[in-house]
């Protein structure tokens, strides 16, 4: 009986003896020491666990995802660049971008088209034709940028190989750019075949295409706004839209910026909204785009930026033609610091 009792008071002693050293050594005090250096090895990601039942847990399926299927979309999603800042807090700035399916040639502008009203009330298309110009197409590009607002462009083939680098101006800008023909040439008058016609839409995008070094939106607009029925059928074989507009500035016509931002805002105050034809070759619209930009702005009225899909795929043959005939390079790569440099002043 004392044999037995001896043993049972021994085991107690050794369990409180083993338990007193394990607190101390391994227990709650332990993580007081400095941990060993020792480098682990990368993790692994995870792969989706068919297993898992969100069910069980409660959460929505919707908020869980394993470690594995999320690299998997993170690798799959397309690189999104960051929208620069706008420095002017009261901008005008672009209220909303549409894309536009060019697939057979749909017409744009209430002047001759009007199956597609897309536009809500105080929205409006900012359009310039005939560029690039020196002098005009900047100014109008900084009004457009300090407004931190965005059009669509319709230069003419000719002035793009005149000036390549001002339509490279228009493009880093962010605007969309199509054409307007390569001569600016009637394509509804009588002496106009169809193969002239065509010649006159194809060299535009060629010229356009060369000066940007990059194929530009499919979006045509007919000199004039004369739509010959014959090109306008080729067009939607080539699945480029058609532009005409809801209001004209004739700013061609204009003999004073104010002028023209009067014309501008009493159209737009009786019809509400539209896409405004404008000019960027002609110098009193570039010295009235600021005021005009303003008082869009103070009216309530909002910008639409119209993009396209798809870009045009130029016809090698007036690719070549057109190389061929201006006869010198497009656009020089070169900076003007090493073409132009000062030696005496």
Known sequence: MRSALGLMLASVVASVVITAVWFWTVGRHAHVSTPQTIAAAPAKLLPPSPAANPARSGAPRDEIETTGSIAEKLAAAPLVQAKPACANPDALGVARVVE???????GFGFEHFKQLDFLTDKEVVLTFDDGPWPNNTPAVLKALADECTRAVFFPIGKHATFHPEILKQVAAAGHTIGAH???????NSKKMTEQLAKDEIEKGYSAVRLALGA??????????????????????????????CDLDSF?????????????????LDKQGKGIILMHDFQKHTAEAMPTLLRRLKAGGYKV??????TTVQTLPE???????????????TRPVGSVVQTVSQ
């Open 181 to 187: 023909t390569w001569s600016h040439a009637n394509l």
């Open 318 to 332: 007036y690719d070549e033609a057109l190389i061929k005939e201006i006869k010198l390079p497009v656009a020089s």
């Open 100 to 106: 536009i399916d060019t697939t057979g040639g749909p």
């Open 251 to 267: 700013d061609f016509r204009a003999k004073s910026a104010e002028q023209i931002v009067a014309t501008v805002m009493t159209k």
């Open 304 to 309: 639409v930026q119209m993009k396209a899909r």
């Open 215 to 244: 194929a530009p939106a499919p979006f045509f607009r007919f000199p004039e706004l004369q739509h010959g029925p014959a090109a306008m059928a080729y067009l939607g074989t080539r699945n480029i839209a058609i532009f005409s």
